[in-house]
């Protein structure tokens, strides 16, 4: 089936460093999704991406969908305390049945100290 | 717009006692609606998925079932729970045939 290799698995930055993480993956895919999950609530989606090379920003957020459609960045830059959380990738099942289900990556755990 | 409500927010029951967690959804109609559950703050595996009412697809076995009563209602029920059944479980919704799927705010469940 569908995996996806999210990285790094967790990350402690001081505050206003940047951040990069990404999602890699053997299969091909049309769609990216980015969510952010904080302690006790579900994921919230920070960015969608539909065509490869696209590049989106959200505030200080920027994702792009690879060229290869095999993988996707997530930057943050200038992290600020509330940045801390949860980051998932996430790609739609293959396939005609596949009902909107997605494949979630494992997951960032982001830390930023003050 | 489009809103998706859990309840209750958290929950703590004994092994052996039954199970009712409820999702509504709000601003939209004949959504698909999804139920996981994720363990110690990581992954997210889904149990459930509907792509309308009385129509559930289950995921992996398990102790669980859900129902679709209504269109925009979504349940996860168990008759006996099992200490392995602890955990956050989410709720989210998509439009037919399209992304992203948007989740509620989850229920934790400790069982002891």
């Known amino acids: 089936g569908q995996q996806l290799n999210q990285s790094p698995q967790s990350m402690f930055i001081q505050e206003g460093e940047d951040v990069s993480m990404n999602c890699t993956s053997s299969s091909i895919f049309n769609t990216w999704l980015w969510y952010k999950q904080e302690p006790g609530e579900g994921p919230v989606l920070l960015i969608a991406l539909y065509k490869a090379g696209e590049l989106t920003s959200n505030g200080r957020l920027t994702a792009q969908f690879g060229i290869t459609r095999k993988d996707s960045f997530l930057n943050i830059s200038a992290s600020i305390p509330s940045d801390v959380g949860i980051y998932f990738c996430a790609v739609p099942l293959a396939g005609g049945t596949s009902y909107g289900k997605l494949t979630f990556g494992q997951g960032t755990i982001l830390t930023v100290h003050p | 717009s489009q809103t998706i409500h859990q309840w209750p927010a958290t929950l703590v029951q004994p092994v052996g006692s039954p199970l009712s967690l409820e999702c509504t959804v709000e601003g939209t109609s004949n959504p698909n609606l999804y139920w996981y559950r994720q363990a110690a703050g990581r992954g997210l595996q889904l149990l459930f998925y509907s792509v309308g009412i009385g129509q559930i697809s289950s995921e992996v076995p398990q102790n669980l079932s859900a129902s679709r009563p209504q269109d925009r209602q979504f349940i996860l029920s168990s008759k006996k729970l099992l200490l392995s059944d602890s955990g956050f479980y989410l709720c989210?919704?998509?439009?037919?045939?399209?992304?992203?799927?948007?989740f509620g705010d989850g229920t934790r469940l400790s069982i002891l």
């Open positions: 989210a919704w998509s439009d037919q045939g399209k992304q992203p799927q948007h």
